[in-house]
Every structure is written in structure tokens, then in C-alpha cells.
């Protein structure tokens, strides 16, 4: 069993069976929640429940978030009963959240002054990846905090890149997920086009899949969800939709123009507006389809 | 030695190589092209040369065609001393150029007033492809003319999609170019505001590519090219920006709202009005990087 | 009496008014139309009815067009028993349709040919002013061609702009026509997005349209349209979707990046595909007020 | 001399005559600002002169504030030395700059707790309309708080409208931002392509103007500014561009999806990323003339 104690705040989708993995890896782990009854499950499983952010940083060497927006990190950390509140020189908060950089470097300094660390951790890979601790990890703070973090960190990736200082994580993270959202709108568009003007959508996803204009979320999105009509959300438009809203806040303080970007922004918001906000994130081509009278489904 | 005799018009970069292996194959090959150098030089490998379009047709039963813009196709079979002069009933026009559903059917209308077949056969694979005879043939035509036209088809392509009727070639490929020029722009993007929020270019590449924003255009342009600092020509700017505005001609003659696809086209502009026309398609990056006072090279 | 024979090609809600303008102003009219029973009503008024363009072109020395989009221009003056089969040399074509450059570039040098001048002479102010007599009339061609053609075309206009050479006369009235659509959807953008803020809307139009915000469309669009709810054709959204097309058309022939046009002709394809093609240009919010599940109403 | 006492943090270029209307009006003034040369400058006009936000809100019943970013409003009213520190319940923050809703109603909120009020009153109109005292008002808050400050509004502006509860003024003034944004940008577009397409420009001015194409921004641009080659600031890119982010901010608060105004806020991002941030709004045009290789100035 590790020395180095582990605490978890926010057992979500992607939280809970990450904190899982952590206290597999025999990191002692004291847990809280907003909802409780996650809190009990993974007591049952041997953590130590605590009743606040504030009491989980007062038994931990390493604090774990991962929780959906940079308003609740900053409320777990900095807010009434935070980490902030019980946290001690030396400790380190390791964010698996997806936030924004500028969020990060605020949450790093107030940390600073009392002697603890932040890293910014985001993950990617999606449940699956949480439940296997197959995550790709991408990593932005100090290198020595980076280094006492990197067990703990190999225990739900395997795919662990320090990128850089605090902050550097979520910017790689955000320009990933930037990348998902264009790559994926843009196949929607294409393929809704290409089914409008007769072709089969199978041979048409076939086709592009094994020539140029391939690219992950082809294959993510195509064969199981769209073609076959199925948009329960493994992740969800919502959830996109804010991470491309961080990545466009990104280039607005870096004062980089964005093109692509901003408008991939908003076509995750007609999603959203049209209804399906909670569906996966292959729901954004439903208003396009229904736009163009036609549907990308197998035949 | 095939019964069937080809015929090839347009020796540029992808006609050149292409119209070798279809001799290669056994096809005797008749050929013609706006610069003659070229057929001097096909001639001595064996080909037959021809003054005029009208000339080549009436020595060919598959009279291939692999030219730059719709214009061009319309004017080598329906102008002056065009194919449509000199093409017999029962003929096939092999088009592999990449031009619009629109003009493939105004083509194969009027070749079929004549008794003649058209289908088209647009390819992906680049020029090493096409020296390799490995491209992709997206075609669209009639059953019997593709079977007939199959054997050729074969000698220059490793995948053979028949992808509907006349049109259905184009709109396949079309459809592909639009996605390469969106993933291919959206890293760009994405790839610029990285950088320039801090982050070191080759580990920010490294990481997209492993993860949920690859793309075939991440490792086509950014390892070799455009962390290296080179453009030069495989594929140009001017070429994809004809193939995204033909695309996105698709859609308004479809009545398909195209919202990234319209865009792309500008950012396509971009590049080419900012002195980047000739460059490959990876010089896209080069007037974000200019406005962002960044460059996405390795360090 | 002028002793100056006019004819009139394209009687519809903007060219008959204008017919009979011209035939008032006194100058012989010979009409040609598709549709017959219009016909039938200017030589009720005094007109000679001909049965194709030829003949109107063989009974003119000013052979007025005014069609809805470039292919019907092409057509009845290049086509079957078209003007150019029936002009004398001499004669001018008016053409009253709202085309792009190119074309009016092509038909010219056509005409020409044949010892015939070409004008474009696209026309604002819509059907009142098409009644009234009181168009903008924006012209293009050879000054001789205009100063012979002026006292037609002060028949049906009051402003009589004489932009330059052929073509000029379309760009001129497709830059405005992109500026109507713009300022428009722009409008349609922000009136949505303050009155689901909680802004009511006629207030909201009041104070914009006093202030720096103001344009056209808002006068046009919001008092005695979209506030009222009312969205009867005027001008409809399919023909305001052309005359951007055919703008957009104009960016790509003269190498010039286009951000918003581009953009904007996709929101007016939006309103078309979503059913409201032949409705009011002011239709333009209702997808808009959809998606946002607000209405823009007078309360 | 009115009973009521005024303040005004916040002397730049709007704010000083505005202050210098509110004491010329009879409302005793006290003032403070970052830069303490104009504080001694109105204090030689018979201002009091405050070392902190907080000593102007002890004196004054009406606290007026002109700032430039909504993060001055936060630290001038809640930072230390703030506003909150000196105001007495009773008082009323009237604030005349140009910030979101949701920064109104955090300010108005925390204000509330001290027994005082806080009205957004964003104002329209420009330095010129500063110095003469017709700026148009926008106003959101309660009734009796805007009857309260309706005297002092009336001695800087000429139309003072009350838009609804806190915040509206905001939206009113944002909105209108955005189409000064959007109207502009548009024109830019359209005049360099006409332009680029061979018409003068005077001419495409002066046309599009009198007809259906015509805005306030047009008027504004282009005879005094663009066509003259003049970019001497009036009104920044960097302001403008300031206040669309905040309007499109609006429009992610309120889920409103927004195409133009999303482009547009990366249309003066690249303005500003030129190099031409602190010209006036008509340069928003000049990368676009660069890009085009044409300049939009009266020959």
C-alpha cells in the first residue's frame, strides 16, 4: 500500500470509476460527493467518506476533482468548506476536470499561497477508458509536483504527457476536443450532403473512411451511432459544447482569430437548442438532417 | 494485349502516370494533351499520338479524361474538335476528373445523344498513387459501362467504388475533399492557438493524433510538412479550393444548408489571395500563423 | 410620340408595371412572356403581343429583359427563337433582370457579334416602386448605349446610376442586394437574442433603429412585419437567396475572401429549406425565433 | 442647485464631459480615476476631488460610473477601496458603461445587500454626443431608482429609455453593438468586392447608400472615413470588438445560437490582430482590402 494518501472529490460518470482505479492501486482515498449515495458505494468499497472538499484535502496528499464546469472547481477549491479550507503545505491538486487555463493559473496561484500545489490533469477516453484506467492523461504544472503525481496518475491513464506549466494540460485537452467538434460537424455536414445528393450513406462513410477525409470521430460516430439511428449519449452535445466554448475562450484571451471554431460553437448550440443537448454528441447532425429532409441511416 | 483500346486526354501530374499504367496494362492507348512535350513523351513509351479530342475518340473504346476544372472537361468533349466529334456508339468517356454532379450529367446527356456512355471516376491517392496504381476510383454510371470500364479502372486503382449513377463518382469524392479540407483547417486552427497559448507544437501534435482529434490530415501536413517548414506542392491550395467550391455548389443545387463547408471555401481563399495558391494544401496554416504572430514548427 | 420602339420580355410583378411605364411614357411596345394571359392585358392597354423574343427583338430599337435568374436570361436571348435570333444591329438590350457580371459579360459579347448593345440595368425599390415609376435603376455598359437607353429607363426610374462598363450596373445592385441580406439576418440575429433576454421588442427596435445600429431592414423589416407577425411575399426569400448567390459568385470570380456573405447565404438557404422560401426576405428570423423558442412580436 | 449629490469614477474619454454635464447640470460632484490628471482638471471646474471609489461613494447619492471592461466595474465597485466600502443604503450606482447583463446583476445583487440600488445605463452617441449632452441612454433597473437618476440622465442625454429591470440596458446597448458590428463588417465586404470588381467606389457608395442596402454604419464609414483613407480612432476595434464578445456572451447565457454575430466577433478579432486595435472601427476593413490587393478610396 502507497503512503501517499489520495483524495477524490466528484464520483461522476467518468469520477467514479477513476477513483476506483486509485484506490486499487492501494492509494488510501477519502471521497465526497454532492450526491451521497456514490459516496456510500465507494465506502463499501473500502474509501473513507467526508462530509466536504474541506475535510478530503485535510487526509490527502494528492486531491483528485473531476467535476463538469470551471464554476464548480472553483467552488469545491475556493468556495465555503473548500479544498482550499483544509488543504496542507506540500499537497497537491490534481484536476482531471476539463476547465479552462485561465481558470487553472487562478485556482495554482490561490493554492500557492497556502504551500499546496494544482496540476491540471484532463483526460481523455471517455468512460470506457475511466473503467479500464486506459485514459490518455494530459498534464500541465510544475515538474516536481508532475513527478509526485505520476504513480497515481499511471494508476487511471496509460498515456500520461506532461505538457507543460500549469494551465498546459487544458489547452492541449481543449484544442483536442476542438478537433472533435469540427471533424465531427464536418462530417455530418458531408455526409448529410452526399445522402441528399443519392448516394448510399454506407458506401459513402466506407468510402471516405479509407481515403482522405477520414478521421476519428468517423469512426466513432458513423457504423454504431448514426448510420444505425442511436444517439444515446456516451458523451454528450452539452458536454462538447462547453468544451468548445472553454477552447474559444482560449483563443479570445490569447487573441488568436478563430474561424472554424467559433462556428463549430454554434452549431453545437443549435443541437442543443433543437433538443439534444443530453444526447451523444453524434445528435449534432439530427438538425441538419431534418434541415435537409433526409437521414444518414443504413439502409 | 487487351481488345479494348483506350484513350487518354489530360497528361498532367495524375494524367501522366495514370495513362503509363493503363498501357502498361495491355490497353493500346491513343493520347492527346494541350502541351505537347508530354506526348512526345508518352509516345515513346509506346502510345499513339493524337492532334485533337475528336482524334483520340474515334481511336478509343474507353476514352479517359483526367483535367483540372469543369470547364475543361466541357470544352476537350463538347467544344471544337471535341471527343463528342469523333466518339463511335458504344464508347465509353472514362472521367476521371474531379468536377461536379451537374456537369457529369450534362456531359453524359449529350454523349449519350450520340450513343455513348460517360461515367465518372474521380481518384484520390495523390501522385504517388497514381505512379503507384494504388489510387481510390469513386464512379458513378451506369452498371454495364462500369463493368466494361472495370479492367482499366483496375490498372490505375487498388479500390474501385461504384457508388451510383452518373454523378454519384463526384459526389463521393467531392464529399471526401470537403472533409479534407475542413479536418485539415480545423487543425490549423487548432494546432496556431496551441501554440500560441504556450504549448510545444510536436506535443501538442503528438497527443491530438493519439487521441479523439485525429485525423488523416494531422499526419499528412503536420509531421512532414508543417512542422518542418515546408510547402511545396503536392497538392495545392488552388486545387482543393476548386474541389470545396464545386462541393459546396453540391449544396446549393442540393438545397443543403452548408455551414462549415461555406466557410472552409473562404479560409481556402484566404490562403490562396494571401500569395499561398500554388503551396500545398498544408500552407492553409500559414496566414493563421502570420495573424497570430506564431509558428507551428518543431523546436 | 418617341420614335424610339421598345420591347419588353418578362412581364412579371416587377416587369409588367415597368411595361406599362415605358408604354406611357410613349414609346411603341412590342411584349413577349411566357405566361400569355398577361400578354393579353398590355395589348389590352395598346401593346403588340409577339409570340417568341425573336419577334419582339425584330420590332425594337431598346429590347427590355426582366427575368428571374441568369439561366432564363441566356435562354431568351441566346436560346431558340431567342432576342438574337430577331435583333437588328443597332438595337440595345436593357436588361432589367438582376444577374451576375459574367453573364451579362457573356451575352454582350454576343450580341455584339451580331451589331447589338447590352446593358445591365438592375433595378431597386421593389413593386411600389416598379408602379410608381421611381426605381433606382443601376446601369452598365458603353456610354453611347446608356445616353440612348436614358430616356427609357427614366420611364421607369427616378435615380439612374451609370456604374460603368457592362456589368457594372449587376455588381452595383448585387453589393446592395448582399447588404440587404446582411444587415437583415443580422438584425434578425440580435432582435432574437435581446427579446429572449427579456428585452420587449418593440422597444428594443425603437431604440436600435434611433441609433447606431439602425439600417434599412430594421424600417423595412420589424414595424409592419415581424413585430405584427406578418410575412407576406414582397420580396421573397428565394429570389433575396439568388441575388446572394450570384454576390458570392462575383467573390469567387474576382479572388476576394468573403466571410459574412458566404455566411449569410446559408442562413437565407436555412430559411428556404425550413419551408419559408416564398415568404417575406423578414421570414429570415423564423428559424431563428424557433431555435430559440421566442417570437419577436409586438406584445 | 439640486439636493441630490452626484459621483462619477471613470474620467476618460466619454466620462469626463459626461461628468462635466452633470455639474454644469447643478448636481454637486465628487470624482475620482486611476489617472489623476483629470482629477484635478474637473476639480478646477469645481468638482470635489476623492482619493477612492469608496470616498466618491460616501459623498454622493448618485455614483456615477464610466469604465472600460465589465473586470473594472467588478474591482471599482467590490474591490478594496470600492464603491461597496462608502455607499450608503439609499444610494444608487448609475452605471453608464458598457458591461453583460450578468456582471449587472452580480454588482446589483451585492449592492442590494448594502440597502443600495444599481441601474445599467449604457449609453449611445459617442465623445460628440458626450460633450453636447445627447447621448442616447439605455436603461435597466427598477422604476423608482431610474425616476431617481431620470434628472441627472436628462443632463447627459437627449433620449433616455427604460429597457426593463437590471440588465436590460445592457442588452439594449449590446445589441446594438452588435449590428454596428455586423452592418460594418458587411459593408467592408461589400465595398471591396465591388470595388475589386471595377466599380468606383464613390459611386457604389453613394448608391448603396440612397437605396435598400443603406445603414447608419455606411453613412458613418465611408465618406468621411474609408473613402478618405482616415482611421484616426473615434471608436477603437478594440472597444467594438470588446463589446460584440460580450453581446455573443449574451447569447451563450441566454442559449440563443448566433451565426453572424459569432463571425463578426472574429472578423474585428482579426482587425484587432493586425494591428489595427486602436484605429477606429472602419479599419476593420483593412485587412480585408490587403487580402483583396484593392483600397476602397475616392479617386
Partial sequence: MSATRAGFIGLGKMGRPMALNIHKAGFPLTVANRSQAVVADLASHGATAAATPAEVAAHADLICLCLPMPAHVEEVVLGPNGVIEGIRPGAIVVDFSTIGPSTCRLVAERLKAKGAQY????????TTGAVAGTLTVMVGGDQDAYDRALPLLQSVGR???HA?????GAVVKLMNQLLVAINLAGAAEAMVLGTKAGVDPTLLYETIASATGNSFQMARN????????KFDPMFSVNLLHKDVALAVDVGREQHVRLLLSALVQQIFAEARDAGHGDEDIAAVIRPLEKLAGTEVRAR
Same sequence: chains 1, 2, 3, 4.
Fill in 222 to 229: 458513423f457504423p454504431d451511432l448514426i448510420l444505425k439511428g
Fill in 119 to 126: 496540476i491540471d490533469a484532463p483526460v481523455s477516453g471517455g
Fill in 164 to 168: 507543460g506549466p500549469v494551465g498546459a
Fill in 159 to 161: 498515456k500520461i504527457v
